[in-house]
């Protein structure tokens, strides 16, 4: 049966806050991913994005591949990851070589992206990521593939990802505790844009905006290319815990509380609506207005969403967004957040899952859930790795090669 055939199979570990997804997706001769199955499992050990108890996070990777590979039926043996958390830093940078042989070779790619990297890092942190933004020959800008063309002076623009090396050490390990190799690990946002964003919205200027369980995740593409990217570590947990505070109620009634009844604009909510709220210990429930909860979530999502605002503004692209913000991540999907934010914002807002991306298709719940973009993103991220090797046999990156660069200090560590 075709679906066997591994070498179609490509598999996305979501490894987040709230759950772990496994999504297993096979590729046809046209690009297309088919998605096949996926499991899903709550995640135990993680905190805002970290793995912060091994054994924990291996059971909750094991279940959901389990689960993806029954469904599914077959078996994977490696994966497509991510990576967040306030561990993450980004910046932009720039290398400048001389054209050797008048015309561009790969090598001269590559020893541009190499001049381009060549930057200090904090001791404790590995290169994650490098990303193009454009090349320049001589004074000629925004070239997407400069290979075979002439000139005397190559510049490349890059956005450089680093985060913390045990970060990133403790996932692998935990996925390699489970038998499955790691393709590459992505930055999760990163991963997410590629499923959800157009590329009308990259051109003209927009930021994604992540928000899942423990951290809300910002991706900012100007020119089609990716200019800025940021972890903010507030999330849909925190609207959870402020709801079990104020409300009074367990911590699971509260997520169920949330996901039921949850909305971030008080005004979309009747005034005489009553919600029963689990009391603590032995007292009874209680009838409390819909509106006092969805006050309470307004509160914090407005505080995230304004962190996101200040974000922009501090990092300089808040006026170079006009496609305005796409929302995805689990948080995305409460009633109201799309609306408060175009309050703040006041720009087009719009809610983004990954049905935009006509390259994958099966299993609509899980195409159109923005819980699952990320996921996605990871298919196709690795899909597109995975053509650029195919496509360049030569043997040298070439400009879409520049998306893995991870693997190799990936093998040479463990
Ligand atoms: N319908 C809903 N309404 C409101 N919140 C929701 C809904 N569905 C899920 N959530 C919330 O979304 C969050 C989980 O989102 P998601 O699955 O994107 O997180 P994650 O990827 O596991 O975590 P992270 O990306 O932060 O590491 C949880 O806080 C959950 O309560
Ligand atoms: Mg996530």
């Not at 599914?72 to 967040?84: D, E, K, R, V």
């Not at 390990?173 to 009308?200: M, T, W």
């Not at 990716?226 to 999330?235: K, L, M, T």
Request: aromatic share 4%; glycine share 10%.
């Amino acid at each position: 049966m075709s679906r066997k055939v591994e070498e179609r199979l490509i598999v996305a570990l979501d490894v987040g806050t709230s759950k772990v997804a496994a999504v297993i997706g096979e590729v046809g001769g046209d690009g297309v991913i088919r998605i096949l199955g996926a499991g899903t499992h709550p995640s135990r050990g993680l905190r805002k994005g970290v793995v912060v108890n091994i054994e924990s996070t291996v059971q909750s990777i094991q279940r959901a591949i389990e689960e993806a590979e029954a469904v599914s039926n077959c078996q994977i043996h490696s994966a497509y990851t991510g990576i967040t958390g306030s561990h993450i830093r980004s910046f932009n940078s720039h290398g400048v070589v001389p054209i050797r042989e008048k015309e561009v070779t790969t090598q001269d790619v590559d020893r541009v992206i190499d001049a381009a990297r060549a930057v200090a890092i904090p001791a404790d942190h590995k290169v994650l990521q490098i990303l193009p933004q454009g090349f320049a020959i001589d004074k000629q800008e925004g070239i997407r593939d400069p290979v075979g063309m002439s000139g005397v002076r190559l510049e490349a623009r890059v956005h450089i990802v680093t985060g913390s090396a045990s970060v990133a050490y403790n996932i692998v390990k935990c996925i390699q505790r489970c038998n499955l190799e790691v393709d590459d690990i992505i930055l999760s946002q990163v991963a997410a844009s590629q499923a959800v964003l157009s590329e009308d919205e990259k051109s003209l200027g927009v930021c994604l905006v992540d928000i899942g369980g423990g951290t809300t995740d910002i991706a900012v593409f100007t020119d089609g290319f990716i200019h800025h990217s940021a972890v903010i570590p507030i999330a849909g947990d925190q609207v959870t815990n402020d709801i079990a505070v104020y409300q009074r109620t367990p911590t699971h009634s509260a997520e169920d509380i949330k996901v039921r009844y949850g909305c971030a604009l008080a005004s979309l909510v009747e005034t005489d609506e009553l919600i029963e709220v689990p009391s603590v210990g032995e007292r009874l429930p209680r009838q409390l207005p819909r509106r006092s909860l969805a006050e309470v979530i307004h509160c914090r999502i407005d505080e995230l969403l304004k962190l996101v605002q200040s974000e922009l503004q501090s990092s300089g692209f808040e006026d170079r967004i006009p496609a305005g913000l796409v929302l995805t991540g689990g948080t995305s999907q409460m009633l109201g957040v799309v609306e408060l934010a175009e309050q703040i914002f006041k720009m087009p807002v719009r809610l983004g899952t990954a049905q935009r991306a006509a390259r994958v298709t099966g299993n609509e719940e899980i195409v159109n859930n923005p819980a699952y973009s990320t996921g996605i993103g990871l298919l196709l991220f690795g899909t597109e790795a995975r053509s650029a090797v195919v496509s360049e046999p030569s043997g040298t990156i070439g400009v879409r090669g520049l998306l893995r660069r991870m693997k190799g200090w990936l093998q040479g560590n463990f």
